[in-house]
């Protein structure tokens, strides 16, 4: 059952799960379906901890180029709320 008042959206084909230290994060690269607005990103972690750019791209691959840089800057583990993703056994 979908909700009218929301548009359909068209994902990236960058978005999708990435890994990195044994910790895996959902990449989420969006925009309204049949438009050329630019690309909202969102990562989203196992624990449910969501970081949402505030502002969007001009492309999609200018969106997952800014998370591989937030990645290799501040690690994979600055996605978690708590700093600290769970231990894995």
């Known amino acids: ?49 969501v970081t949402e750019w505030e502002d969007p791209f001009p492309t999609d691959r200018e969106a997952f180029d800014e998370f591989l840089a937030t990645v290799a800057r501040e690690g994979i583990r600055s996605f978690f709320g708590d700093d600290e993703p769970p231990t894995l056994q």
């Not at 990236?12 to 969006?30: P, R």
């Open 1 to 49: 059952m979908s909700n009218d008042n929301e548009p359909e959206m068209e994902y990236s084909e960058l978005s999708g799960e990435f890994t990195e230290d044994g910790v895996t994060v959902l990449v989420d690269i969006s925009r309204p379906a049949g438009t050329n607005l630019d690309w909202q990103m969102l990562v989203l972690t196992q624990e449910e901890d």
